[in-house]
Antibody
């Protein structure tokens, strides 16, 4: 069955960096778009970034553009999010999700918490 | 960007009663609308897609309707496990789907 397991979250000071990872299994990773979606404490869902199956198409929310970098390693069935220049407002649970063409999200990871605080 | 607006923000309902949640799109999304349920500490779970099709394993008390810009999620008889936050999402301009702000269904 499909499994998405995020890791790499934690406590970081403002201006610091973190790298999130998502290990995927149970489907042909290299065939699908992948995304990161976040949820600040007590708030709604915000699309952070997505990447096409080959990595040739990438999208970032305006709130993270220039600071975050999404990437993938299809040989390792893994998705990454490099987060630099972190701000307090980046504090959130970050979910990894895989995207079937023209469909909603049926599979989510369990999420990893990123806390940006001094 | 298509903006999704959900109402009300909070809905207080007694167990066994019907709950009706609304979602409005800033432009037509055809029937490319999904509903998710989220409980504390959990990832969202897909309930409805295509505006009205229940996802696998979703009880029949959940139903969706609408098309274009106006959508509704109805829970016919609320069970204790249904108290949660519900989000709508348009995926008409996939992969740039956008989420609504959520409706919290709480016990009255």
């Amino acid at each position: 069955q499909v499994q998405l397991v995020e890791s790499g979250g934690g406590l970081v000071k403002p201006g610091g960096s973190l790298r999130l990872s998502c290990a995927a299994s149970g489907f042909t990773f290299s065939d699908y778009y992948m995304s990161w979606i976040r949820q600040a404490p007590g708030k709604g869902l915000e699309w952070v970034s997505y990447i096409s199956s080959s990595g040739s198409t990438i999208y970032y929310a305006d709130s993270v553009k220039g600071r975050f970098t999404i990437s993938r390693d299809n040989a390792k069935n893994s998705l990454y999010l490099q987060m630099n220049s972190l701000r307090a407002e980046d504090t959130a649970v970050y979910y990894c999700a895989f995207m079937v063409f023209a469909s909603p999200i049926d599979y989510w990871g369990q999420g990893t918490l990123v806390t940006v605080s001094s | 960007e298509i903006v999704m607006t959900q109402s009300p923000a909070t809905l207080s309902v007694s167990p066994g009663e019907r709950a009706t949640l609304s979602c409005r799109a800033s432009q037509s999304v055809s029937s490319n609308l999904a509903w998710y349920q989220q409980k504390p500490g959990q990832a969202p779970r897909l309930l409805i897609y295509g505006a009205s099709t229940r996802a696998t394993g979703i009880p029949a008390r959940f139903s969706g309707s609408g098309s274009g810009t106006e959508f509704t999620l109805t829970i016919s008889s609320l069970q204790s496990e249904d108290f949660a936050v519900y989000y709508c999402q348009q995926y008409n301009n996939w992969p740039r789907g956008t989420f609504g702000g959520g409706t919290k269904v709480e016990i009255k």
